[in-house]
């Protein structure tokens, strides 16, 4: 660790308070927050959804305004490059429009929205150049390809002449984090910059920064709620809650000597990999401040519930004059796994290698090209279109993202009561009874129930869209990334509920997820997904404390563990490329083939392109 203590604070932030305006008068966003910055040090910032994290970073930048809020009191100090130190609250928005991107860069949470749509990358990585830096044409051409190649971005001559929406998620980030890092700002201020990446983008990203930071002593402000990500990158940790600071201390001390309720019960709330180790089952989290219940870990049966066998699902690429099928998208290939009555699957694995499509062909939203698929007895692909009807009576799904699944013109009672009156499983006042007992199951208070979808959380969102899936009471449930967009204290909570329901009605979940302590705390068994097949498939035990396939090392070896002293060094993360998964209509898949290391733990012995 270096000694950032001695090291001149670049930034200051003393008695910040912001205000917004609403129809029912001001809301404050932060009050009383005071921390500083220091040359080469990173600082992270962390808090739930609404604590004011990303209002404290708005503020230094002067884009606060832009939304609506105003700076109602304190001080913004930075100390600039050449003429001192300025106070950012009363600098004209003139000179803020230099320091910003020139002396203060900001790498924004969602990628998509930071880049513009019609220029190309060289063309943004440029126009901050030439206007800051006053470089000609070709100047700045040379210096966008030395940050491309800095952020490790492969062919970058070729990538400079691309559109953003060329890029797969994880090269756009980059591409942002070049844009902010291009004219050598003292602050590099990252708001949430990992939280829509894969693990092992993610792992890369935040070792590229580390590095960026040693080699060119920036300072940098990490705004975060993954609290692995900030014990793999932070030196000083501020911990925010409802607008205000409630701790702040080295890593080191938040972690293992936490003062603050809140902040214990943060880091109590976060799954670390390799908690379950030695343990058979899944088992609900240790929660504090919920009453001492006794933690029973979930066995379920032995009774398949669920069978898939060489599943494929492909995607037509049309082109040409006649709009024909060139190519396909090899979304799916060739999936076989059985999930037993009262247990958790969980299919793991990037962006891209095709769990979510998997997921959606069992339940036949997307149709499948070939594959069986069997649930309780029923052969779900000879169904005609009534009769399946009838069979997603069994199945259900709870999707990503909460607030597109929900309907924001209905109450929440209705919602969770649309499926009963689809099926006429009830009528009268039967349905309410059920509505009203569902709301109690996700522990949500039955005012709710007359409420509309703006007027919750993301948590108290997905708690709505569980009790919709358990309206019919469904055998399968399929949770597609349901809990990665949750707060870490809501995502425990949901994840607690989730395995209760489980053990209560014999629940089985087909879990999809990207986070691989999530996947250790719910699973009993795992299949990795990669380029659309398994390439490891076993018992949660096995996968995690003995993984056969060299993807499923290289995951493993990527996830941030949330202890400050085990960090991920950028040496350990090699990872190669991932191949295209479209193929000409002429191209014929190998067949999956497994070779069985230990009793039900399978690695796939096909070229796998890994």
């Given amino acids: ?65 832009y939304g609506g809020g105003e700076i109602a009191g304190g001080r913004l100090l930075f100390d600039r490059l050449e003429g001192g130190e300025i106070d950012l609250a009363k600098t004209d928005q003139d000179v803020m429009r230099h320091i910003r991107g020139n002396e203060i860069g900001m790498i924004f949470q969602e990628p998509m929205t930071a880049l513009n749509p019609v220029f190309t990358v060289g063309k943004q990585l440029t126009e901050g150049l030439r206007l800051h830096k006053g470089m000609n044409k070709a100047q700045a051409e040379e210096r966008a390809l030395a940050l491309m190649k800095q952020v490790r971005i492969p062919e970058p001559e070729a990538r400079l002449k691309q559109y953003p929406h060329e890029l797969s998620g994880g090269m756009r980030q980059r591409v942002v984090i070049a844009m902010a890092l291009a004219c050598e700002p003292r602050l590099l201020i990252a708001d949430e910059p990992t939280t829509a990446l894969d693990v092992t983008i993610q792992a890369e990203i935040l070792a590229l920064m580390d590095r960026l930071k040693r080699e060119t002593g920036t300072a940098v402000m990490f705004i975060t709620h993954d609290m692995a990500v900030v014990a793999q990158m932070a030196d000083r940790v501020v911990v925010m809650f409802r607008g205000k ?6 890593v080191e001390e938040i972690f293992e000597n936490p003062q603050h309720p809140y902040t214990k019960a943060l880091l109590a709330a976060v799954p670390k990999l390799g908690e379950m180790t030695g343990k058979p089952y899944p088992e609900p989290m240790k ?33 040409g004059f006649l709009r024909q099928t060139v190519a396909n998208v090899h979304a799916v290939e060739d999936l076989s796994f059985s999930i037993n009555k009262g247990q958790t699957l969980s299919l793991v694995g990037e962006s891209g290698c095709g769990k979510s499509t998997a997921g959606r062909s069992i339940l036949r939203l997307v149709e499948p090209m070939t594959g069986e698929i069997n649930l309780a007895g029923k052969d779900i692909m000879a169904l005609n279109s009534h009769d399946l009807r009838t069979a997603r009576l069994d199945m259900q799904m709870i999707f990503q993202d909460p607030f597109a699944s929900l309907n924001p013109q209905m109450q929440l009672s209705d919602q969770v009561a649309e499926p009963i009156h689809n099926f006429n499983t009830l009528t009268g006042s039967a349905v309410t009874e059920r509505v009203e007992m569902l709301f109690d199951r996700v522990e949500l208070p039955r005012s709710f129930m007359r409420r509309f979808p703006h007027e919750l959380s993301g948590g108290q969102r997905q708690r709505v869209a569980i009790a919709r899936a358990l309206a019919l009471n469904p055998k399968l449930i399929i949770a597609d990334e349901a809990v990665s967009a949750l707060d870490v204290s809501v995502q425990a909570q949901v994840l607690n509920l989730m395995l209760e329901l489980q053990q209560e009605m014999e629940l089985s979940f087909l879990f999809i997820s990207h986070d691989m302590a999530v996947v250790e705390r719910v699973s009993h068994q795992v299949g990795v997904m990669y380029l659309g097949r398994i390439v490891e498939l076993g018992p949660r035990g096995r996968v995690f404390e003995n993984p056969q396939h060299p993807y499923t090392q290289a995951l493993m070896k990527a996830v941030p563990i949330a202890d400050p002293r085990k960090r991920k060094d950028e040496k350990d993360l090699n990872f190669k490329p991932i191949p295209s998964p479209i193929h000409p209509t002429s191209y014929v898949a190998e067949p999956s083939v497994y070779d069985e290391v230990e009793k039900g733990h399978f690695v796939l012995t096909t070229d796998s392109g890994y």
């Fill in 1 to 65: 660790m270096l000694d950032h203590a001695n090291a001149a604070p670049i930034a200051q932030i003393r008695e910040l308070r912001v205000e917004f305006q609403t129809k029912d008068g001001p809301v404050v966003g932060v009050e009383h927050v005071s921390f500083d910055v220091r040359s080469g040090e990173t600082v992270c910032v962390v808090g739930e959804s609404g604590s004011g994290k990303s209002v404290s970073s708005l503020s230094l930048m002067r884009l606060v305004e």
């Fill in 245 to 250: 600071k409630v701790e702040e201390g080295t």
């Fill in 287 to 319: 929660l504090l401040g919920t009453k001492d219940k006794e933690i029973v870990p979930i066995k379920g049966t032995d009774e398949v519930l669920l069978t898939v066998k060489n599943l494929t699902t492909r995607f037509p690429v049309k082109g």
